[in-house]
């Protein structure tokens, strides 16, 4: 099972008055972190918002998936939660 590592969430992009998107990385399966609230630990100090892109990349399957960041929620430490995955990308 996944966990969150905050150094794998990075920034990729950013506009100037649009949605950023995300990479995140590990070696889970997407099932570890699509849909599940409150995965991103440390989205609120991050600047992470509801809207968000965020391509994942699960380095074992070599796959790459594209979920949106659904909520990010105030529970003493800002937590984000991601969408339904699509799968993007499989690069084996």
Known sequence: MASYQTQNFNLQTQSIAGR??????????????AEVSGFIGDAKQKGVEAGDLVFYTDTSRLEV???????????????????????????S
């Open 20 to 33: 950023k998107q995300w990479t995140y990385e590990d070696t889970g399966p997407v099932g570890d972190v």
């Open 65 to 91: 998936y594209t979920m949106m960041v659904t909520g990010v929620q105030d529970t003493g430490a800002s937590t984000g939660s991601l969408g339904l995955q699509l799968l993007v990308g499989d690069t």
